[in-house]
Structure formats: C-alpha cells, structure tokens
C-alpha cells in the first residue's frame, strides 16, 4: 500500500513536470512559479530566496535609477547563481538605460509592465539576448504582444495585489489561455495554492505568478508591523482604490483597508469641491489625487506605517497565515498540485 502510495505519488510529480514543462524550460527553473515584482519588496533578498528555492524571482526595478538598478543585480548575482528576472516600467523616462544595464549584467529575461511596451525597446530587448515578458489584460493585446515578438505573456486577473485591471483571473483565463498557444503564458492574481495553479496548467497556462504571498515571507525586507498586517488579514481586507467621481479618475491599486484608504476618500471629496467651486483647475485637481500615494508604498513596506501607508496586497492574502521561509511556501505549493494529482490516480 505504501509503495503503491510512492508510486502515485512518483507519477504526479512526473506529471505536473510535463504540465509546466514549456515555462520551467522558458524561465530556466525546476518549478515555472515566478515571484511577481512588487516595488520596494523585490529586491536581491527575496528575488535570491525564490530562485535559489526553484522558483523565478523578478527584481521590481519601479522608480530606480540605471545605477541602483545595476547594484540591484549584482546583489541577487552575488546571492543565486540561478536565473532571475528584472520588471521595468515601461514610462521610466530612463527605460532604455535599464535596458541597457539588465542586458550587460547578463539577466535573461526582462519583464516590460505598465502599458504597451515602445517598439524600441522590444527591439533593444531582443537584439541584446534577453526574453521577452510582457502583461496582456485582454485576448487582442495577447496576440499582438506575442506578434510584436512577446516571449512570453502574463495574464493578471483583478484578484491580484497592486495596480489592477477590471476583469478577475477566472475570466481572462478562459478568453484567453484556449485561444493563444503561441507563447507560454503564466497566470497572476489571487493565487494561494497548489490546487488553483494546477488547474491553470491544465487550462493551458505555462505557469503561475505570485506576489502577495511571498510579499511576507521571512526573506522578505517588509518591515514586521507590514508582514504582521498580511498575516492578520483576510481575503475581504483586500479592495481596489474607490473613485469617487469619474471626471477625476483613480488607477485601481488593491490593498488592505486602513486609515490611509479612509482619507484617501476625502482627500478625493475635499478635491473635487475645490475644482467644482473653479478654486482649482480640473489638471490640479488630478494631480492632487494622484499624488496621495506618493511614496506611500515605501511608507508601509520599510517603515511599518501600516496606517496611512499604501498596504498593496491581494485576495490571497487571506491565505498568508503565518510568516513562511521562500522555500517553505514553494514547496508548500507544489506538494497541493502533485497530492491533487495523485489523489485523482488513486480513485
Ligand atoms: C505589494 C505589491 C507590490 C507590487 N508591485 C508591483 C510592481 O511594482 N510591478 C508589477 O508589475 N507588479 C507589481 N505587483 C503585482 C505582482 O507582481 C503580482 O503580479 C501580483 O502580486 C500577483 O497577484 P497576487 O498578489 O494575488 O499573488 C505588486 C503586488 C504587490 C502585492
């Protein structure tokens, strides 16, 4: 009986390996979950950490300069020897100096987020060596992205922590995993377990990506009070920015509920009257609101200001229960798919 158990076992293992076979070999790693850039978060400690466990860590390179960048590598370089990735902004107004750094420190795989990438810099990309990974919200931008020489696709659902587009995982898996092979495709947002990878995988996805629930791992620079917060948090804690006028829009960023999301709202309030009463112009008053959160992510992850600071985590945080080494949580995740399989061979 035992044995027979081992030998199940053996072959979930085996197959949850051919499931995710095109991303572990796209990515260069025994198991194809990359760990989401999360800006302030994803720096050489933990992007290290996920590698060295198996895993694909991305370093968030957000609002670095090409110099902090460069040191950035070189600390995960002088900390893994495996393969990592860096995430850059695409209207980083030095992109291409990024570019440039990434690609001469030798990074593999180079993450383009926050919009369509310029055709530059996917020329610059590609011609330096390194794969392609670019964030498709929808089915049309999927295939152009992979037609404009994409390596490889993300698709994050709204579940997700950070800034979010409308629609959840579920849905966009299913407009877009069945009708785009050309790529792997690696899905995002609201992922906490084995099982809900596994069933990705056999949708078609090449892989998975996570961040909140690495965001408080013991590797992780959080400050404790933020770790703690995520800990203590459930899956309702985590909600999008509220706009509370459309003629002065908010980009969608989900975090937990605190103080700071409180006066957000009538910080809005207290905007939109002073651009209706023609104190202020309608561009003032946008730029009032969007700089609320100015450095506010800082403020949570470093110095623990867990109040007003801007707490960007997502659904899955009420699957974060405790503060779990990188590896633990890995090896957590592929344990539920191969007992999901194996519990399948079984009956
Ligand atoms: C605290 C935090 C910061 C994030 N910052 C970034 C970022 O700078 N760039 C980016 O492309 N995605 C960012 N994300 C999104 C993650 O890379 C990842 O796609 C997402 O966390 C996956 O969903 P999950 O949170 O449900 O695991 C961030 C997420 C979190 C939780």
């Known amino acids: 009986m035992a044995s027979m158990q081992t030998e199940c076992l053996h072959a979930a293992r085996a197959r949850l390996d051919r499931l995710w076979a095109r991303g572990t070999e796209f990515l260069g790693c025994r198991y194809a979950i990359m760990g989401g850039a999360m800006s302030w978060l994803s720096e050489k400690h933990l992007v290290s950490a996920i590698s060295n466990a198996g895993g694909f860590g991305v370093i968030a390179c957000g609002a670095m300069s090409p110099a902090q960048l460069e040191e950035q590598i070189a600390g995960t370089q002088a900390l893994t020897d495996k393969p990592f990735g860096v995430n850059l902004i695409t209207m980083h107004p030095e992109l291409n100096d990024l570019i440039r750094v990434s690609l001469d420190a030798k990074v593999g795989h180079i993450v383009l987020a926050g919009g369509i990438p310029p055709g530059p810099a996917i020329r610059a990309v590609k011609d330096g060596g390194a794969k392609l990974i670019t964030f498709a919200p929808a089915l049309a931008l999927a295939k152009r992205f992979a037609r404009l020489g994409s390596d490889a696709i993300v698709i994050e659902g709204s579940e997700a922590g950070g800034h979010i587009g409308p629609v959840s995982l579920t849905v966009l898996a299913q407009e877009i995993l069945p009708h785009l092979r050309d790529v792997p495709i690696f899905v995002a947002g609201g992922l906490g377990r084995g099982e809900a990878i596994l069933s990705y995988l056999e949708m078609g996805a090449s892989g998975a990506q996570l ?104 659904q899955s945080v009420g699957m974060v229960t405790h503060i779990q080494p990188v590896a633990e949580i890995i090896q957590e995740l592929v344990d539920q798919a191969v007992k999901a399989l194996a519990a399948r061979e079984v009956v």
């Open 211 to 314: 961040g909140t629930r690495f965001a408080a791992s013991v590797e992780s620079i959080a400050h404790e009070k933020f770790k703690k917060f995520f800990v203590q948090a459930a899956a309702r804690d985590a909600v999008p920015s509220v706009e509370l006028d459309p003629r002065l829009p908010v980009i969608p960023v989900r975090g937990l509920v605190n103080e700071g999301t409180k006066k957000f709202l009538a910080h809005q309030a207290e905007t939109r009257d002073k651009f209706l009463s023609g104190a202020i112009t309608k561009e003032a008053a946008q730029l009032l609101i969007e700089r609320f959160w100015a450095g506010a992510l800082r403020r949570a992850v470093i110095e623990g200001d867990i109040e007003t600071g801007s707490v960007m985590a997502g």
